[in-house]
């Protein structure tokens, strides 16, 4: 235990899972970030836990992340099962909108990439007008022009990377150069600040089933949700405990 006694810091596969209650988690993340540490943080949840398992690339880069954060439903069980840990689930929109909180009250510059052009400028045009000074963003669907160069003369304090995955970490990992403070992927969350997307109503997040709701809202693009829900538990439960989820702290 860590963070006063209140948090815990599992390896999920290799992946530095922390754990606890979410409005800790996100405090130890600004404690963090004003301590100097330079952050990568991956939001996990089945699907790029599934991706990274059949992507070496994906999964060295998700390794050498600072910290996961349990987005998924899944993992927060998987933790439970396997190490005998309470954790909060900690969804990535949310830590960003906290994040973005922060950043304004302490002058933190926010830089978005991701999400096609109109989204982009919308969410931020959102954030500004909550007083969150978002220094730069680019959309997600360059291929040569890359916006590392604007971001390194931007010098923002908080990237966020709304790609989806794997993109949104690959890219992180292989940017670590860049002078931020904290990189974050953050799937689809653009697309909601923006308003094009809705998230699922308060019962679906409460009962852990936005996974269902997002794939009755979107089957086509969603159709693998439920069959990744379900290889996650199967793989969780037949791989057991033994060297896949081990405490640290
Ligand atoms: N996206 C992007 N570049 C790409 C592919 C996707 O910027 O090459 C954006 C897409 O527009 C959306 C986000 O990445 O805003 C992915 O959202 P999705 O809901 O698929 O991600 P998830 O939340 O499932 O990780």
Known sequence: MFGGGILEQVSFYSYNLLCGKAEELRRYLVDSI???NKLFVVTL???IFLRAQQIPDYDEALRHAT????DGS???WAVKRHCNVVTDRVPGIDTMLYLCEEAKNRGWKVYLL???PDVVNRAAENLRNKGVNIVGYHHGYFEDQTPAEEIEKLKPDLLFVGMGAPRQ????YQHMQLPFKLAMGVGGSFDVIAGVKKRAPKFFQKTRLE???RWITEPISRSRVPLDVAKFFFKVV???KDGNCEKIR
């Open 34 to 36: 004003v301590s100097g």
């Open 45 to 47: 949840n089945s699907q």
């Open 67 to 70: 910290f996961h954060l349990p």
């Open 74 to 76: 899944g993992v927060v």
């Open 114 to 116: 991701g999400a096609r």
């Open 169 to 172: 970490e690959l890219w992180i």
């Open 211 to 213: 996974w269902f709701y």
């Open 238 to 240: 037949l791989d057991g």
